[in-house]
């Protein structure tokens, strides 16, 4: 019985910071995946889709999708590689690279107060 209600209590959590983040990256006219992917290109400018979509936990499929929404957000560019023409790169845009400060200022209040 403990163990069940103990993850339900880590679900509620999951939940709860997960609509905290959505609110956050809505804010930011993205969405929490959005966010997640821009989170790994601000480790790691210039990854391939590939590792990207694997570093996100998205399918290649999904990863296309949210790629394309945040390109034409201009947060993003592609770009074929100049050594593998099969892999595409993506890099952040000036304005990709700004919205890391006030997103990881929202993030870090998020894990103040809890």
Do not use: N, Y
């Not at 709860?16 to 480790?43: D, Y």
């Not at 945040?70 to 100049?82: A, F, I, Q, S, Y």
């Not at 099969?86 to 997103?103: F, I």
């Amino acid at each position: 019985m403990d163990e069940i209600l103990f993850g339900q209590r880590i679900g509620a959590i999951r939940r709860r910071l997960r609509r905290q983040m959505e609110g956050i990256a809505s804010g930011h006219e993205i969405t929490a995946t959005q966010f997640q992917v821009m989170r790994c290109l601000w480790r790691g400018d210039g990854l391939t889709a590939h590792c990207l979509a694997r570093d996100s936990h998205l399918d290649a499929a999904t990863m296309t999708g949210v790629l394309d929404r945040l390109e034409d957000k201009g947060l993003l560019k592609r770009e074929r590689d100049t050594t593998d023409r099969r892999a595409v790169r993506v890099l952040l845009t000036p304005v990709g690279r700004g919205l890391e400060k006030p997103m990881r200022s929202a993030i870090r209040s998020i894990d103040d107060a809890a």
